[in-house]
């Protein structure tokens, strides 16, 4: 039974909509219950369980340790906080690289233990049967080319991707080949504005940029990245719309400074 309260959530059909009416899509990533509840009250469209998970949680150089079972455990408190977004969770590293039936099996293994929407992975041509098959079983799946992390020792470097016309036409190649295997979404990572933008143009599916200019049907940053929590790593495209590592390390010196001076607990805050 529907009630006046209850809250419409976002599905793939909202963000094909979305692209439809040209309403930009806003996406950022969670690894918690209490950072979800925020974001979702907030309003945000695209909840992400990102394998950056490995850096801003873990503290891990790249994304490549972050296990299935970790996934899962950090999808699984995510869930709890959201109402409204869609929830999309991240493949990690080996665990669709080794067949196109271990990244279905881990595929509906996430949508069976844990409330997602929704799984990403990385690659273009090379990974458009494991999405096809993905797919088939009924299982939206979000693709992610140019920059792609979980390739990080292939490529060497966290550069820009897309710059020489040999790599943006293979990027070109690779987004046509995601939307072909049936994505409802693709992100794209730190190539220039003006491939995007064609990219965005030419395909019907909604890309949702990061590092990727203006013209993507939505963008998505690293919750931590954007409250300025996450410090050891800034790169050019996060803009920070908080310093929350500076307000946080002033509030605990209070306190020490507080317990130290026998300043707290107060008699109000004593029983
Ligand atoms: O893991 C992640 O947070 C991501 C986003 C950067 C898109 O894949």
Redesign the pocket.
């Known amino acids: 039974m529907s009630t006046e309260k209850e809250i419409k959530r976002v599905t793939t059909k909202t963000l094909a909509l979305m692209k439809k009416k040209g309403v930009k899509i806003s996406s950022l990533?969670a690894y918690d219950y209490m950072t979800a509840k925020i974001l979702d009250e907030a309003g945000i469209d695209v909840i992400?369980v990102?394998?950056?998970l490995a850096n801003v949680f873990q503290g891990n150089d790249t994304?490549l340790p972050v296990t299935m079972d970790e996934m899962i455990y950090h999808t699984k408190a995510v869930a709890k906080g959201i109402s409204r977004a869609m929830l999309v969770v991240?493949l990690p590293f080996m665990s669709y690289q080794l067949s196109i039936d271990e990244g279905f099996r881990n595929a509906g293994r996430i949508m069976k233990e844990t409330s997602a929407g929704a799984v990403?992975l990385e690659g273009g041509i090379r990974v458009a049967d494991t999405i096809k098959k993905i797919t088939d079983a009924g299982i939206p799946v979000m693709g992610?080319i140019g920059l792609t992390?979980q390739s990080i020792y292939q490529f060497g470097s966290y550069r820009e991707r897309g710059k020489t016309e040999e790599e943006a036409e293979e990027i070109f190649r690779d987004a046509k080949a995601v939307e072909e295997a049936g994505a409802f979404s693709i992100?794209l990572?730190k190539i220039p504005a003006s491939l995007a933008k064609k990219i965005t143009s030419e395909l019907k599916i909604p890309t949702i940029g990061?590092g990727a200019g203006v013209h993507c049907d939505g963008q998505?940053l690293?919750s931590p990245d954007m409250l300025g929590l996450y410090v050891d790593f800034r790169p050019r495209f996060v803009r920070h719309y908080a310093e929350l590592n500076k307000e946080i390390s002033e509030a605990v010196k209070k306190y020490i400074e507080d317990v130290k001076e026998t300043k707290f607990p107060s008699k109000e805050e004593s029983y």
């Open positions: 990533t992400l990102g394998d950056s994304t991240d990403k992610h992390p992100v990572e990061i998505i690293v």
